[in-house]
């Protein structure tokens, strides 16, 4: 007997007996792996399916083989509630192990065990990004839109902010700054009687001054000033102190005039602490 598939087409519902009506309403018999059926009755609303050997079928309105299968097991009948004017076609495949189909574009892919060598060019698929050296302000044109990861010319993912964090290291100005502790502070010492000495080779705009230690040489030390730039933003003023311990005048401040300076009077010196440019 050649490997076929036969349909009984049936007036019920799922709630009637499994048994076949003796009256049905039409019968089609199909090749395994041939020609789609001739569309269901007008009055079909099941169909039960008997094949000689183990297959597949898909329904539809033009079932091609290539969408969803349901498994039919040889000598063994099944039923299925239909829409009148589907079709049905049968192809290769076993009850168990239905025939898998891959659409145009698709690929099955080769599998690797983990920890084990690699061959020097696999083949398979594989996890892909785009390459961006440079990373652009928007990659794609709103919120909500599919987007590709990207990588270095290294193959290295882009896992930084880099909206937060800066292009490079050193002084930044306050907008650009991280709220995190400085380190690797410089000093910068000041003698007696100068007047609006940079901190720094030249100073600049961004620069952090950390303290300023003020060391009395005279229990009558004189005025010092600290100034961003022409800005006076702290001034000890000169007075009579108990001891020549030295005074420690804390600042925390990014400058935003230009380069930090301190002015100092006389019987006192000064040390600047911080980053400087």
């Given at each position: 007997?050649?490997?076929?598939?036969q349909?009984?087409?049936?007036?019920?519902?799922?709630?009637?007996?499994?048994?076949?009506?003796?009256?049905?309403?039409?019968?089609?018999?199909?090749?395994?792996?041939?020609?789609?059926?001739?569309?269901?009755?007008?009055?079909?609303?099941?169909?039960?399916?008997?094949?000689t050997?183990?297959?597949?079928?898909?329904?539809?309105?033009?079932?091609?083989?290539?969408?969803?299968?349901?498994?039919?097991?040889?000598?063994?009948?099944?039923?299925?509630?239909?829409?009148?004017?589907?079709?049905?076609?049968?192809?290769?495949?076993?009850?168990?192990?239905?025939?898998?189909?891959?659409?145009?574009?698709?690929?099955?892919?080769?599998?690797?065990?983990?920890?084990?060598?690699?061959?020097?060019?696999?083949?398979?698929?594989?996890?892909?990004?785009?390459?961006?050296?440079?990373?652009?302000?928007?990659?794609?044109?709103a919120?909500?839109?599919?987007?590709?990861?990207?990588?270095?010319?290294?193959?290295?993912?882009?896992?930084?902010?880099?909206?937060?964090?800066?292009?490079?290291?050193?002084?930044?100005?306050?907008?650009?700054?991280?709220?995190?502790?400085?380190?690797?502070?410089?000093y910068?010492?000041?003698?007696?009687?100068?007047?609006?000495?940079?901190?720094?080779?030249?100073?600049?705009?961004?620069?952090?001054?950390?303290h300023?230690?003020?060391?009395?040489?005279?229990?009558?030390?004189?005025?010092?000033?600290?100034?961003?730039?022409?800005?006076?933003?702290?001034?000890?003023?000169?007075?009579?102190?108990?001891?020549?311990?030295?005074?420690?005048?804390?600042?925390?401040?990014?400058?935003?005039?230009?380069?930090?300076?301190?002015?100092?009077?006389?019987?006192?010196?000064?040390?600047?602490?911080?980053?400087?440019?």
């Amino acid at each position: 007997m050649a490997n076929e598939v036969q349909i009984f087409e049936m007036i019920g519902g799922r709630g009637e007996s499994e048994s076949p009506p003796v009256n049905f309403v039409a019968k089609q018999t199909l090749s395994i792996g041939g020609a789609i059926s001739a569309a269901f009755n007008r009055s079909t609303t099941e169909v039960e399916v008997i094949s000689t050997t183990g297959c597949v079928i898909e329904f539809g309105s033009a079932p091609d083989g290539l969408g969803s299968f349901y498994p039919i097991a040889a000598g063994h009948p099944r039923r299925f509630s239909v829409v009148a004017g589907q079709k049905v076609i049968a192809v290769s495949g076993t009850a168990t192990a239905p025939a898998v189909s891959i659409a145009a574009g698709g690929a099955s892919g080769t599998e690797y065990t983990e920890d084990a060598a690699s061959a020097a060019d696999p083949v398979g698929p594989m996890f892909m990004a785009r390459r961006r050296d440079t990373l652009v302000t928007n990659e794609v044109s709103a919120t909500g839109d599919n987007i590709a990861l990207n990588a270095t010319n290294k193959g290295q993912l882009h896992v930084s902010n880099a909206d937060q964090l800066p292009a490079s290291l050193g002084p930044k100005t306050p907008a650009l700054s991280l709220a995190v502790t400085q380190s690797g502070y410089q000093y910068e010492t000041v003698a007696a009687s100068q007047s609006n000495q940079a901190m720094g080779a030249t100073g600049a705009t961004g620069d952090y001054l950390s303290h300023v230690l003020i060391q009395p040489t005279t229990t009558v030390p004189g005025t010092v000033t600290i100034l961003d730039n022409a800005v006076t933003v702290f001034t000890f003023t000169t007075c009579t102190v108990a001891d020549l311990r030295p005074i420690v005048v804390p600042v925390g401040l990014f400058s935003v005039s230009g380069a930090w300076k301190i002015t100092t009077g006389t019987n006192v010196t000064a040390t600047g602490v911080g980053n400087f440019t």
